[in-house]
């Protein structure tokens, strides 16, 4: 299968994921970083933010790599909390502003095209204690402003932005589930914050293109894919319609369509869960759409209708919808605990091009998080990860058979370049292309999936057909 020559191929990561702390000064701690430092202890082995994979220091040699895969481009983050020392005076840091600088000349050195998000998870922890983060409305502002400063400074080398990724995350873990810090359930301030990130965006669209940037400005949003048990049978169907509505329309709606479904507005008043908002943000809404999306897409949740009735006084979770449905047979990644199902690229295709009227969008992350890697290395220290290679040949496949179907998905991302620390799971699934070796002064080792992906880049084509044997049985069977 062959693959057309204008389809990214990339690999992504992001700021807080790889840096490490050096040179950070005192005062710059995002969310992530505070909590980290509250509960190191939920963090797998300790492990965190603190070091991650020393980017600061190691960018160099990682952009080498890149450029010996030969990457077409690579996603990172600019890390907000360290670009200012005031984030309300607006107060730049030089020296980490600096090193953004090498970083994306060193990509453009390199023939790598540098994607940049605003903010993966960064937000600063001063501005979380003074206004509760993306609860207040000062904090849209400051990110507006933040934002305008990345354009203006690196807009003439940089061409892709994006708002956010992954927007509805930290909010669902931090007061739907209450996982995470500071462990307080409020279903409420949840949509508010989801609402305030999507104002954030179209107003950043606004003034991106007031600035007259000649780039793209969109978001990358984390595409949670929900299969019915049954499609024949109602209940499981509108089960997963909900699940849908409130873990994915409730930001690709507003943002690619420029409103909100009235059954999403239904739904959160009924749970008294709708947000606040002036009659001018609709307008702005409507009249800022991004220009394209980013989307991540790893595992599909297969649901059925909900086992047990909600207890309405309890608080709102979107569990009240839906009761997870396994399937029979399903093809697991047991580090992570997620079922593998590369159709779903292809279903995703389908719903961008008949549901969203064929929007530019492209595959931002995907990848194959698996635990304790160093059991499958080879004499030499190579880890063969013959699973991750599979893993994306078969994502790919489902991809382009959907581009050659007339979908305008632009590209796909790895997950990711290097390994890199998660939130909680921290270095416990690797996710990597390199190998980082926390015993040896996180040496950097190509995977034989790297010099896999080196080849796909290099000559365009997907090899080995026979893996797609048991998915020419699949269509045949589901025609
Ligand atoms: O590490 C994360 C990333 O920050 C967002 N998407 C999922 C990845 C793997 O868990």
């Known amino acids: 299968m062959k693959i057309p020559k204008s389809f990214n191929i990339g690999a992504a990561s992001s700021a807080w994921q790889t840096e490490g702390w050096s040179g950070k000064k005192k005062g710059q701690d995002s969310y992530l970083d505070d909590w980290y430092k509250n509960e190191y202890f939920v963090w797998h082995e300790g492990k965190g933010p603190d070091i991650a994979t020393d980017f600061m220091n190691r960018y160099q040699e990682d952009i080498e790599l890149m450029k010996k895969i030969g990457l077409n481009s690579y996603r990172t983050s600019v890390n907000w909390a360290r670009f200012f020392t005031d984030y309300e005076q607006l107060v730049i840091d030089e020296e980490y502003a600096k090193h953004i600088d090498n970083v994306i000349d060193a990509l453009i050195e390199a023939d790598i095209r540098p994607m940049i998000v605003i903010e993966h998870y960064e937000l600063p922890q001063v501005l979380q204690t003074k206004y509760g983060g993306w609860n207040s409305r000062r904090v849209v502002e400051l990110f507006v402003k933040y934002a305008e400063i990345l354009f203006k400074r690196y807009g003439d080398r940089v061409k892709d932005w994006f708002t956010f990724n992954e927007p509805i995350v930290p909010q669902t873990r931090i007061y739907l589930d209450a996982v995470r810090y500071p462990h307080v359930v409020d279903p409420k301030q949840w949509m508010q914050w989801n609402f305030h990130k999507v104002l954030a965006t179209a107003k950043i669209v606004r003034s991106y293109h007031q600035l007259k940037q000649d780039g793209k400005i969109g978001i990358i949003h984390n595409w949670e894919f929900s299969y019915p048990r049954s499609r024949k049978y109602q209940p499981d169907v509108l089960a997963a319609y909900r699940f849908d509505l409130l873990n994915n329309r409730l930001y690709t709606d507003p943002l690619i369509l420029g409103s909100y479904s009235q059954e999403l507005i239904e739904l959160l008043k009924q749970n008294k869960i ?206």
């Open 274 to 479: 709708m947000f606040d908002f002036k009659a001018e943000d609709l307008e702005i809404i409507k009249n800022n759409r991004i220009d394209y999306i980013g989307l991540n897409l790893y595992k599909p949740t297969r649901v059925k209708e909900p086992e047990y009735s909600w207890n309405n006084n309890a608080a709102f979770n979107i569990k009240k919808y839906y009761s997870d449905f396994t399937l029979p047979g399903r093809k697991y990644n047991a580090s992570r605990g997620w079922e593998m199902y590369a159709p779903m690229m292809y279903d995703l295709a389908m719903i961008m091009k008949n549901e969203y009227n064929n929007f530019p969008w492209f595959i931002s992350e995907n990848g194959i998080g698996i635990e304790n890697e160093q059991r499958f290395k080879n004499i030499d220290g190579i880890i063969q990860d013959d699973y991750r290679i599979s893993y994306i040949q078969e994502n790919l496949y489902w991809l382009i058979k959907a581009v050659n179907e007339g979908a305008n998905c632009q590209g796909y991302m790895l997950w990711a370049f290097t390994d890199n620390v998660s939130p909680m799971n921290a270095f416990k699934n690797r996710y990597g292309l390199i190998e980082i070796d926390l015993e040896h002064n996180l040496e950097r080792r190509l995977k034989k999936s790297a010099y896999w992906y080196a080849e796909v880049i290099k000559n365009r084509v997907l090899p080995d057909e026979s893996v797609y044997e048991y998915y020419s049985a699949f269509e045949e069977k589901n025609k």
